[in-house]
């Protein structure tokens, strides 16, 4: 029996930077079944276009996003920025045969000013982060990817933000979402996923309107995350285990065993 | 290159992949790799489940150490449940599961271990459930003390907490040599107006150390200190990694603030440093 579907789990469920990690883990348990290795193409695919992997062009210093919106079919991908197309192995997340993409078509010049104003955005608020514009739907539609990550293996953390967002210009609609996905691993395993839905709508109908528009809704999702963050802490988490006991004081574990509930049984009770 | 143990390779996945699904996970390598099946349920902390004491009324908290095959052992009646076959195992072994009840001694301490911990459970979970389970060593002897919180349903967020202290004490004349593993099992969920988010994991710490002893009862008390300190420990631990490293994580990914402006408020900082220094 082929464990193909489990294996194909197991790399979509990598936290962001251990994808080779992962694959290194299989590779092992399935060493038995050494052609499944060579089946897991799709499953890389998937995950690269799901958590906007960037390469670098060769040549080139600036990382371009992978995902559905800017593939072309058959492992190639465009990158408006670069006015270029190229293969991308999905297995080995490396960019060959670049070619020239010329954007052409009723979007051409929407996804141009986009990309101008969304790279303004990100350049004032992404330390380390890669962005694309595409025309999507038979050219009906604007899809905004940002995608950013930080890796600290060394330190046992790694991060990774995405947002997507799709403009309808004949409704002024701009609907996406932003996910966050934070894994922290020294001596354990926590983990931090989050998706938050985002609905506006864009009277100006430009680019800098839809950056404007994405700006303002990723600030306030990150202020509310920190807010999110804080009442967790002072909600859930303090309603399951106290600090202290109610008398702010250990136990006297020499009394424990000599007592019962409702007796005198936090130190210092006597105190008060 | 030196082969590496599957085993080894399969800990560090369930160390990456999310925490939260944690049995879906065992389940799949185990489909892979049957011939690990009882090395990672044995040393795999999952969340634990509650049962009813038949006797007492009780509940108690399921784990490996209480189990023989179906059944589970509670705290509180000592009894099996559903019963063992008449002429199995039951009684005679000493040691965890397979049927183990501890030894008169042992069994003594583990009462009066499960009536302290009930006493911590009330002071610092205010409910919950708590079990205590003992077992004989050829030198000494073992437990796990096994706690578990699940906040009230309904508001914005909730969460689980689940403790599992796996201890032996080894026992050298006055003094015992105690060996602690503590595992943490968090899970917090919260939405509403923040869209989903989920903060689950796991943190596990160690400790030895010796410890003088006088009677049975300091064990309990040894054990109950032991405890006590890691949980302080663990809390302080959680509290950091999941409200303010997952914060931090986050500010790394994306400045709230400018960085452009950032970068300028800092130039000029060093400027007046500078301007001092002068």
């Known amino acids: 029996m082929s464990h193909l579907e489990e294996v194909s789990a197991f790399i979509e469920g990598a936290p962001p930077g251990e994808l080779n990690d992962v694959v290194t883990d299989i590779k092992i348990l399935t060493q038995n079944e050494p052609e499944i290795v060579d089946q897991l193409a799709p ?19 600036q990382p371009v996003v992978i995902s559905s919106h800017n593939s072309l079919g058959g492992g190639r991908y465009f990158d408006v920025e670069s006015s270029s197309s190229f293969d ?8 060959s045969n670049v070619q020239s993409h010329v954007l052409e078509g009723a979007q051409a010049d929407l996804v141009k000013s986009t990309l101008k104003s969304v790279g303004t955005y990100v350049n004032e608020h992404y330390p380390n982060a890669a962005f694309g514009v595409y025309p999507i739907e038979s050219d009906s539609k604007v899809a905004v990817v940002i995608v950013a990550n930080k890796y600290s293996p060394n330190n046992f953390w790694n991060g ?14 701009l609907e996406g979402s932003v996910k966050v996905d934070v894994h922290y691993y020294e001596d354990g395993n926590v983990r931090l996923i989050t998706n938050k839905p985002v609905h506006a709508s864009i009277s100006s109908g430009t680019g800098a309107g839809i950056a404007k528009e994405i700006s303002s809704a990723e600030r306030k999702y990150q202020e509310e995350l920190n807010k999110g963050f804080v009442s967790l ?11 202290l006991p109610v008398t702010r004081q250990k136990i006297e574990w020499d009394k424990v065993t000599g007592y019962r509930l409702g007796q005198d049984l936090g130190g210092g009770s006597s105190k008060r | 290159m030196a082969a590496v143990d599957p085993f080894d390779s399969a800990l560090d996945l369930l160390r990456r992949l999310t925490p939260k699904h944690v049995a879906t996970h065992i389940n799949s390598i185990i489909s892979i790799a049957p011939d690990l099946t009882e090395d990672l349920l044995a040393s795999v902390d999952q969340p634990l489940t509650i049962k009813r004491c038949r006797d007492s009324g009780r509940e108690y908290l399921l784990c490996d150490y209480n189990r023989d095959g179906d059944s589970y052992r509670s705290p509180w009646s000592n009894k099996f449940d559903p019963p063992l076959d008449v002429g199995g195992l039951g009684g005679v072994n000493e040691g965890a599961g397979e049927g ?4 008169e001694r042992v069994r003594k301490m583990e009462i009066k271990a499960n009536e302290a911990f009930d006493i911590y459970r009330e002071l610092y979970y205010e409910g919950g459930v708590s079990s205590v ?14 706690l578990k919180k699940s906040s009230t349903p309904g508001g914005n967020s909730e969460g689980v907490w689940d403790s599992i202290h796996v201890f032996e004490a080894i026992e050298r004349g006055r003094t015992t040599h105690y060996k602690l593993t503590s595992t943490v099992i968090l899970n917090l969920s919260s939405s509403a107006d923040l869209g989903e988010l989920d903060l689950s994991g796991n943190m596990t710490r160690q400790l030895e150390q010796d410890l003088p002893v006088d009677n049975d009862d ?29 914060r931090d994580v986050v500010g790394d990914l994306r400045s709230i603030g400018s960085l452009s402006e950032g970068a300028r408020a800092r130039d000029q900082q060093r400027e007046v440093i500078g301007g001092l220094g002068r």
Do not use: C
């Not at chain 1, 991308?88 to 960019?95: L, P, V």
């Not at chain 1, 859930?236 to 600090?243: D, S």
């Not at chain 2, 183990?100 to 030894?103: D, K, L, R, W, Y």
């Open chain 1, 88 to 95: 991308f192995d999905h297995t080995t997340q490396a960019a």
């Open chain 1, 43 to 61: 499953a890389f695919e998937k995950y690269n276009e799901e958590q906007f992997a960037t390469v670098k062009l060769p040549g080139s210093s």
């Open chain 2, 133 to 146: 389970y003992f077992w004989n060593l050829d030198d000494g002897f073992a437990g796990v003390v096994l």
């Open chain 2, 100 to 103: 183990a009840v501890p030894s």
């Open chain 2, 218 to 246: 300091s064990h309990i008390a040894n054990v109950g200190r032991l405890v006590e300190d890691m949980e302080l420990k663990m809390r302080n631990l959680l509290q950091e990694v999941y409200f303010g490293k997952a």
């Open chain 1, 160 to 173: 990774r933000w995405r947002s997507l967002y799709i403009y309808d210009p004949s409704s002024g609609s």
């Open chain 1, 233 to 243: 802490s002072e909600g859930a988490f303090k309603g399951l285990r106290r600090q």
